[in-house]
C-alpha cells in the first residue's frame, strides 16, 4: 500500500564551510539574542502554566529531564538550525565532550522525518574532593526534527545517572541559564 522498502538511514552530521562560515557570522553578530532570552523565559513561563510568545515543552521523567522548543515561523529555518548549533556548542564549553553527531533520515508514507542528533558526555573526572564520578548534568542529548526539511521543534535532554557512584546531577534550570544565557547583553561590534 505504498509502502517504501528502503529503511532509515543514520549518517554522520557534517556541516558544510558555507553553513558554518555563516554561523560563526551568526554568532559573532549575536543574532542569537534574539531568542535565546525569549526561550528561556518561555520555559519558566511554562513551568508556572502562563502563556508566552514562544513554545516550550518541558520533560520531567524519572531519569530524563529538559526542553523541547517548538519552530516559530517568525525565526526563519536557517535562525532555528543555528539556534540548534549554538546549543550544542555552549554544552562543549561546559566541558562536555561530543560523543556522537548523527543524521537520521526515516521516509514515512506521506512525509520525511530527519532527526539531527548530537550525544554530549560529561568529562570523566570525579567530583573534587569526592570518589564520585562528576555526572554535572548528566548526558545531554540535543535532537532537532524536521518533517519534509522544515523546523517542527529542538529537544534538549538531560540523561542522568542514579547510581551511587556519580555525583547528584546539576539542576536543569542551571543548565539552560547558562546555554540559553539571558542576561547576556549585545556587544558593540565595531
Known sequence: M???????TCTRLERSGKHMAAYSRWVEEQVYLNWTGAFFKAYHYRKANLPSQYRVQITQEEHIRGAVFFY???????????????????VLKLGYTLHSC????VRHERY???VEKHVLTPPASDLA?????NQLYGNVLLDFIKVNNQPGYIRLLTNIYN?????????MDELLERVLQPQEERQSHT
Open 2 to 8: 505504498g509502502q517504501n522498502n528502503a529503511g532509515p
Open 102 to 105: 548523527d543524521k537520521l533520515e
Open 112 to 114: 520525511l522525518e530527519q
Open 72 to 90: 516559530d515561523p517568525g525565526m526563519g529555518p536557517q535562525n532555528f538550525t543555528f539556534f540548534f548549533d549554538l546549543l550544542k556548542d555552549r
Open 163 to 171: 547510581d551511587p557512584y556519580f555525583s547528584e546531577p546539576l539542576p
Open 129 to 133: 574532593g569526592t570518589s564520585l564520578c
